[in-house]
């Protein structure tokens, strides 16, 4: 079985400040880890995804995360946050199964306040 | 070209009524997804569809919901008898061939639905 949790329901930075949205999971196969950005009124869409290949994965507008399958973490970051970053951030998990559909599971999301 | 386009994109009923909702997948998409999303809340999956095989309904809340897609084309959302706690937003995903969960999703606009 697959979880995801979203450790903070809230962060809220300064702009010109490092963002740290934090991502951990639980899986019990190979799993693929995706960020996605849902900005008010708007539809999700990808930032960035995780498939077994490099364990630094980067993304649109500068983000990156990194798998941490020893802390079964997927943290998404970013150096310096723009006004343009305030938005809801899912982490999502999904896994192979050995048999059955492949149906991803979505953190509870973060919500991402940026102050000027 | 077009993305995921979902109708109406607001809908208001009366407790009680049947509702129905529309997706347009992006075309050459065998996967596609439904999701309820709640004020404040996360995605929750409610079926996946993919390719010609058996759908997926094991998010499906009640008997009161069911879905249908014909082919790789449109699919409807159907909620019988609605109840106030079925307002949301109703989401759809498609996504390409089912590559062990891989895919990115694209995401449509969502149905905002307002059960009084």
């Given at each position: 079985a697959q979880s995801v949790t979203q450790l903070d329901s809230h962060v809220s930075v300064s702009e010109g400040t490092p963002v740290l949205l934090r991502c951990n999971y639980s899986s019990s196969y190979s799993p693929s880890l995706f960020w996605y950005v849902q900005h008010p009124n708007k539809g999700l869409q990808l930032l960035l995804k995780y498939t077994?290949?490099?364990t630094l994965v980067k993304g649109i507008n500068g983000f990156e995360a990194e798998f941490k399958k020893s802390e079964t973490s997927f943290h998404l970051t970013k150096p310096s946050a723009h006004m343009s970053d305030a938005a809801e951030y899912f982490c999502v998990v999904s896994e192979i199964p050995s048999g059955g559909s492949y149906i991803p599971t979505f953190g509870r999301g973060t919500s991402l306040i940026v102050h000027p | 070209g077009a993305g995921v386009s979902q109708s109406p994109s607001n809908k208001v009923t009366e407790k009680g009524k049947d509702v129905e909702l529309r997706c347009d997948p992006i075309s050459g998409h065998t996967a596609l997804y439904w999701y309820r999303q709640r004020l404040g809340q996360g995605l929750e999956f409610l079926i996946y569809f993919q390719g010609?095989?058996?759908?997926?309904?094991?998010?499906?809340?009640?008997?009161?919901f069911s879905a249908e897609r014909t082919g790789e084309s449109v699919s409807t959302l159907t909620i019988q008898?609605?109840?106030?706690?079925?307002s949301a937003v109703y989401l759809c995903a498609s996504s390409s061939?089912?590559?062990?969960?891989?895919e990115t999703q694209y995401f449509g606009p969502g149905t905002r639905l307002l059960v009084l």
């Amino acid at each position: 079985a697959q979880s995801v949790t979203q450790l903070d329901s809230h962060v809220s930075v300064s702009e010109g400040t490092p963002v740290l949205l934090r991502c951990n999971y639980s899986s019990s196969y190979s799993p693929s880890l995706f960020w996605y950005v849902q900005h008010p009124n708007k539809g999700l869409q990808l930032l960035l995804k995780y498939t077994s290949a490099a364990t630094l994965v980067k993304g649109i507008n500068g983000f990156e995360a990194e798998f941490k399958k020893s802390e079964t973490s997927f943290h998404l970051t970013k150096p310096s946050a723009h006004m343009s970053d305030a938005a809801e951030y899912f982490c999502v998990v999904s896994e192979i199964p050995s048999g059955g559909s492949y149906i991803p599971t979505f953190g509870r999301g973060t919500s991402l306040i940026v102050h000027p | 070209g077009a993305g995921v386009s979902q109708s109406p994109s607001n809908k208001v009923t009366e407790k009680g009524k049947d509702v129905e909702l529309r997706c347009d997948p992006i075309s050459g998409h065998t996967a596609l997804y439904w999701y309820r999303q709640r004020l404040g809340q996360g995605l929750e999956f409610l079926i996946y569809f993919q390719g010609n095989s058996a759908p997926d309904k094991s998010g499906l809340p009640s008997d009161r919901f069911s879905a249908e897609r014909t082919g790789e084309s449109v699919s409807t959302l159907t909620i019988q008898r609605t109840q106030q706690e079925d307002s949301a937003v109703y989401l759809c995903a498609s996504s390409s061939l089912a590559g062990e969960g891989r895919e990115t999703q694209y995401f449509g606009p969502g149905t905002r639905l307002l059960v009084l």
